[in-house]
């Protein structure tokens, strides 16, 4: 029944389509480092993320995986944090807000759920065709620190358009 629910819901918010939105592409590029911003109102939280996910990186805050698209783009939007960072988002539900800050546009994607993986599954980053999602990665479990062994997922769908532009536009 839950499963079911969970497909209507799904479905109805996929089927909101995005319009496209001409992005000038030459703003698609880390300045002095960081991306773009990262807000998630249920939790307070507010970050910079910075282009990479390595060591270095994610030493400082989140980042953004290379590999994927930028916010406002067709695909997946990856973004991967240390644990400490992101040691309240299990709290987080499904329909929570996460907003990503651009200095060409403030995307909002609404939380479709949540997973436990294996360290070296990458298809959690795989984006559906015609699709803006947004997927977040940390280690599990969050107490761990480095002896994290698992990766915990969220999986978001972009809700909006840009809208305002932000402040530090």
Known sequence: MQQNLDREWLGEVAARPAPPAAIDPGLQHPINGIDFA?????LGYFAAVREG???AHLYSGPGHYPTTVWPGSVGVVGVAAHN???INFPQ????DEIDLETRYGVYR????GSRIVNPDDRTVLVPGLNSY???LTTCWPLWAGAFATQRYVIFAIQ?????VLPAFA
């Open 133 to 135: 999602r947004l997927t």
């Open 38 to 42: 990262i807000r998630v109102p249920r």
């Open 53 to 55: 996910v390595d060591r």
């Open 84 to 86: 400490v960072y992101w």
């Open 109 to 112: 994607y609404r939380i479709t």
């Open 92 to 95: 987080l539900q499904r329909g």
């Open 159 to 163: 809700v909006s358009p840009a809208t």
